[in-house]
């Protein structure tokens, strides 16, 4: 097993990434910490693809020099998947900031718990 696991190293690093973001996402009452929680969750499903789209020896599918087999290049699909993944989560990161702003004008707390009690309170 711990042969295994030197030689996909790329996917263990992936999968404590995902185990740190998601208990930080889970056990912080401070907002901006939930958000710090997700980013680092997406950025380790971004590595986990990367890591499953390489392919050792092979190059980026851009045919240059003539040669067209198949082996020759990599799968260009979890690169766009990346790319993609990345613009979405950052446009969403811009909407839970902006969002948790709007949070701190109206109640003075980033606390969770503390809004959800004023939340209540109000008979929201």
């Known amino acids: 097993m711990g042969g295994n696991l030197l030689s996909n190293y790329g996917e263990a690093i992936a999968m404590i990434l995902f185990g740190i973001g998601i208990s930080n996402l889970l056990l912080q009452k401070n907002l901006i910490k939930k958000i710090i929680g997700l980013n680092i969750m997406d950025t380790a499903v971004y590595l986990f693809l990367a890591e499953k789209g390489f392919i050792m020896g092979r190059k980026a599918p851009i045919v240059v020099d003539g040669i067209q087999a198949v082996e020759s290049y990599i799968n260009p699909v979890p ?40 939340l209540k309170k109000e008979g929201l």
């Open 79 to 118: 690169s766009g998947l990346v790319l993609t993944g990345i613009v979405v989560s950052v446009s969403v990161t811009a909407l839970m900031l902006s969002l948790t702003i709007r949070l701190y004008r109206r109640y003075h707390t980033l606390d969770l718990d503390e809004i959800s009690a004023r």
